[in-house]
């Protein structure tokens, strides 16, 4: 089955950009999705990427996909302290249901001032 | 219009007792999701309901564990009886059936069992 990797701990400075990064395993994946977790909230959908695509720009968010090293990366520009969360890398986990996915173990992105 | 709606928001029960968690899901939305998340790990599938069936329980951990969707609208998943490893945030999640769509997760359980 697919497995999703992810580092624990990301920490910046407000106005800076944050780099999250992700490896899955399943190279037929095919979509690639970022989640976000604020304190006491349920898991938001904050973008995807589609496995035919390289990159996906949306606002601030850049996602950048790599096939062939299996790594996705999630670019915040001018970073705020609003953005601090989890963030989770998701991969589908098989099977005919898109909403069956297998996600990584969250991100935690503090930014301070 | 109301989100995926999952209550309670929070519980704490002695192992050994039963807990049952229930979620809403969106109005019109036949795919029903329930995840589970262990302290600081990652967010694991438990099973997915399309309407008032099960369409994959792959996840379920053990018979301690067990969801309904009576009538294919809300959904229960009761715990009976618990135990301390039990503990975690359970999500729901619903979509509609159909293609690549969205699914939408609720705020969670934080289920603790002491």
């Known amino acids: 089955g697919e497995d999703v990797e992810q580092s624990l701990f990301l920490s910046v400075r407000e106005g800076d950009s944050s780099v999250i990064n992700c490896t899955y395993t399943?190279?037929?994946?095919?979509?690639l999705y970022w989640y976000k977790q604020e304190p006491g909230a349920g898991l938001q959908l904050l973008t995807y990427i589609f496995s035919n695509m390289d990159m996906k720009q949306d606002q601030r968010l850049t996602v950048l996909l790599n096939k062939k090293d299996k790594h996705l990366s999630l670019r915040i520009a001018d970073t705020q302290t609003g953005d601090s969360a989890i963030y989770f890398c998701?991969?589908?986990?098989?099977?005919?249901?898109?909403?069956?996915?297998?996600f990584g173990q969250g991100t935690i992105l503090t930014v301070h001032p | 219009e109301a989100g995926v709606t999952q209550f309670p928001s929070h519980s704490v029960i002695e192992k050994g007792q039963t807990v049952t968690l229930r979620c809403d899901p969106i109005?019109?939305?036949?795919?029903l999701y329930w995840y589970r998340r262990v302290m600081g790990k990652e967010i694991k599938f438990l099973l997915h309901?399309?309407?008032?069936?099960?369409?994959?329980e792959s996840g379920m951990p053990n018979n301690r564990f067990l969801a309904e969707r009576t009538g294919g609208t809300y959904s229960t998943l009761k715990v009976q009886p618990a135990e301390l490893e039990d503990s975690g945030v359970y999500f729901c999640a619903s979509s509609q059936v159909g293609g690549r769509t969205e699914a939408f997760f609720g705020q969670g359980t934080r289920l603790t069992v002491v």
């Open positions: 109005s019109g939305h036949d795919n």
């Open positions: 399943d190279s037929s994946s095919t979509y």
């Open positions: 309901f399309v309407k008032e069936s099960k369409q994959d």
């Open positions: 998701a991969a589908p986990a098989g099977g005919t249901s898109y909403g069956k996915l297998t």
